[in-house]
């Protein structure tokens, strides 16, 4: 199906299983342990062995010698597989690095070898055995030296550095109110529940992998070119997967050294990646240095407006797109935008936790409160009076919808915002500096081709199958409920099959683009599965309704199942789109409200209250579209108050590795969650009229905690994540 024109009406406007607030079909499995995960697929296979992987203890040289003698001998050991052993393997199109090195190191951790034995503590105990001579040469570590001489970058456009509007360094020069400043992020550790994991099984020359990613088709792809192999010679499977957030979008080491591992034993491996290699073996997201500049008229009109930032990252590798939401956000007739990329010898960077505008938003979103305040604007009516109804850069070109301002003005209703005192450090409860902080909310909608199967058995239950994932954000739900509503069944005669490489190749999981693209693929296919249906019991496929199982056609009415009585219907097909993610600008939008206190004591802040307003397109689930909103606005708090990775910059390494180390957040940092959904559905988007919404739900956040942590102190701080240590000496004296 193309999906070049808007969505007229079509049978998901009935709303009657899309929309609703269902639970999860695969919280039972969840809750009771019955729902496989890549690490747990014992019934499929047996006689398993254990793999245990052996990282680099350097950053940065070469591997002299790799003596596996000792680790061979130990008890238990079956095999020990080294980059010389497995000959030689290709690299995958979305892996910066090879996935195992030697004899050249890339960065501290990478994988140099696969311990092989009968169990667990066998193998990593021999992997300690593993005796490594190195070269030890110079690395690139240290971000703030490495961007003095890094060239401009563009993600989408190599060889171009900067995009411009106007003239902005003539209209700042002018401007009668200006901000000039920098922010720092650092970089960020995937620390899900579920670390990457795999099991992996030959039969003849035929490879199965059980793993944790969010992407079937590119993980299986990359798994073929890495390992030299015919992609029908291998199979992927991942039905369920505990927590991506971009870090499993991507092949791992886990998997190629499962499956290499299982080749050399001759036997099932099974192979889970420690939690301490984790941050430095898999990718993590950059740290990045900011500046932004922003010129504007005494009424708070924005002539000017620059954002600038710089990360690093491997040789091949790309930049942190911190400033593409700049391009978008807010008007202004003059605009640069500018990304730098260093090359830094660190483990590789990409993808996490809605990369770009997570970061970015953390900096403009502060910087624009700095600029309302030297407006002696209140935020919300600075951030108002510069809004747009189309591209900065393109005026003929709209959005297709932008409910921004409403976000903000019924946020702030809800919120209680009048009662905000605008001078900082003026609100005291006990022992607490009180504050309020607002962010804007952002986020680009992408569409992405995504195809699905679909078949109707002759009992009536429509079966669902895809490669998609679910990552624990109800992809199996929104799926069942899409099916549910084009068949006219209950959801509960619909069984969804994902996670396969062997099923229709889907958008996957990634991007805020899974749900809306992966639904808009099982529309397709059940377009073609009610022709069908239609065609086989003789009605007019234009004057055919499902509804309450039955199939309806004029006077004529027909349980479902009948159509399928003399044997099961099968329909394919995929959503592809065509210019009208071109023609119209299609983003999603939010406001973020947080409530903070400080301890006047102590510096230590905690967050009082939350709450986002959302304009995403239709939500599909609102129950769990909401699961998903909170736990990114809890990862939003973790960016803006403790997470950090540390570089030991003279030996190359994120040395807090470790959950005790590299603080996330828990139930006891987090208060009440308010989430609410504005009333859209974007015909432009697809046929669902569905955008993206769980990444949207981090955007903005640590913005509107640092500005609610300087509403309360009157210390702006600019430099994440906003520890005690950084203002404790500036807060008000006591009293």
Not at 217 to 241: F, R
Not at 354 to 375: S, T, W
Not at 443 to 464: C, K, P, Q, W
Request: net charge negative; charged share 20%; hydrophobic share 40%.
């Amino acid at each position: 199906m193309k999906f070049d024109t808007p969505a007229g009406t079509n049978p998901i406007d009935q709303m009657k299983a899309v929309g609703r607030a269902h639970p999860r079909i695969d919280g039972a499995l969840k809750t009771t342990g019955l729902a496989p995960y890549a690490y747990e697929h014992h019934r499929e296979i047996e006689n398993v062995a254990y793999g245990y992987i052996v990282g680099s203890a350097i950053a940065k040289g070469r591997i002299d010698t790799l003596d596996t003698a000792a680790a061979k001998a130990a008890p238990g050991v079956i095999a020990v597989v080294t980059a010389a052993d497995a000959g030689p393997l290709g690299k995958g199109n979305f892996n910066t690095v090879k996935l195992l090195g030697g004899p050249q190191v890339d960065h501290y951790h990478q994988a140099i070898a696969v311990v092989v034995a009968e169990t667990f503590e066998q193998a990593r105990a021999a992997a300690g055995l593993v005796r490594v001579d190195y070269t030890r040469t110079k690395g690139r570590f240290d971000l703030d030296a490495a961007l003095k001489t890094a060239p401009l970058t563009d993600a989408d456009k190599p060889g171009k550095g900067e995009d411009r509007v106007g003239d902005f360094e003539t209209a700042f020069d002018a401007a009668p109110v200006k901000l000039d400043a920098e922010y720092s992020t650092p970089g960020h550790s995937h620390a899900m529940m579920e670390p990457f994991a795999s099991m992996a099984a030959w039969d003849g020359d035929a490879l199965t992998v059980w793993t944790s990613n969010q992407m079937i088709n590119w993980g299986h792809s990359d798994l073929a070119k890495t390992l030299g192999m015919p992609k029908e010679k291998i199979t992927l499977l991942s039905p369920y997967v505990g927590g991506g957030f971009g870090g499993k979008l991507f092949l791992r080491t886990d998997a190629v050294l499962a499956a290499l591992g299982a080749k050399a034993a001759g036997r099932p491996v099974k192979l889970a990646m420690s939690r301490p290699m984790m941050a430095n073996n898999a990718t993590h997201r950059p740290a990045t240095r900011q500046r932004i500049r922003i010129g504007a008229t005494e009424d708070g009109t924005i002539t000017a407006i620059a954002h600038q930032s710089g990360s690093g990252d491997q040789p091949e590798g790309g930049p942190e797109t911190a400033v593409l939401q700049t391009q978008l956000l807010y008007a202004g007739a003059n605009r640069l935008t500018s990304m730098r990329l260093a090359v830094l010898d660190l483990p590789e960077g990409n993808a996490m936790r809605a990369p770009g505008e997570a970061p970015g938003m953390m900096a403009l979103e502060v910087a624009m409160d700095e600029m309302a305040e030297k407006l002696g604007m209140d935020p919300i009516a600075f951030r108002a009076k510069n809004d747009t109804q189309v591209d900065p850069a393109d005026p003929e070109r709209r959005f297709s919808q932008r409910q921004l301002v409403r976000c903000l003005t019924e946020g702030a209703e809800q919120f209680g915002w009048s009662r905000r005192k605008a001078t900082p450090g003026t609100v005291r409860d006990g022992r607490w500096l009180v504050g309020m902080g607002v962010a804007s909310a952002f986020r680009n909608h992408i569409n992405r081709t995504s195809g699905a199967r679909v078949r109707l058995g002759r009992d009536g239950v429509v079966t669902v199958e895809t490669d998609m994932t679910d990552i624990g954000t109800g992809s199996y739900t929104i799926i069942a409920q899409t099916a549910a509503e084009m068949m006219g069944v209950p959801i509960d005669a619909v069984e969804v099959k994902l996670g396969s490489s062997a099923l229709p190749v889907s958008a996957g999981s990634g991007g805020q683009f899974g749900a809306a693209n992966a639904t808009a693929g099982v529309y397709a296919a059940c377009v073609k599965l009610r022709e069908a249906i239609a065609g086989r019991l003789g009605f007019a496929p234009t004057d055919t309704v499902f509804e309450g199982g039955k199939v309806t056609s004029g006077t004529r009415s027909v349980d479902l199942s009948q159509a399928a009585a003399d044997g099961e219907l099968v329909a394919e097909d995929k959503i592809e789109f065509g210019d009208l993610g071109k023609t119209w600008q299609l983003s999603t939008f939010g406001a973020h409200f947080v409530e903070v206190g400080v301890d006047v004591y102590t510096g230590a802040t905690r967050l009082r209250r939350m709450l986002a307003v959302c304009a995403a397109g239709r939500i599909i689930n609102p129950r769990t579209a909401r699961s998903q909103v909170i736990g990114a606005m809890t990862m939003g708090v973790g960016s803006a108050l403790m997470e950090e990775l540390a570089v030991d910059s003279r030996f190359g390494l994120f040395i807090n590795h470790d959950l005790a180390s590299y603080e996330v957040p828990v139930h006891a940092d987090i208060p009440h969650q308010d989430v609410i959904f504005l009333d859209e559905a974007d015909e432009k988007a697809n046929p669902m009229k569905a955008k993206g919404i769980g990444e949207l739900g981090l955007c903005g956040v640590g913005a509107a905690v640092a500005n609610a942590v300087y509403n309360a102190t009157g210390v702006r701080l600019r430099d994440y994540p906003l520890t005690l240590d950084k203002h404790l000496d500036q807060l008000p004296t006591l009293a």
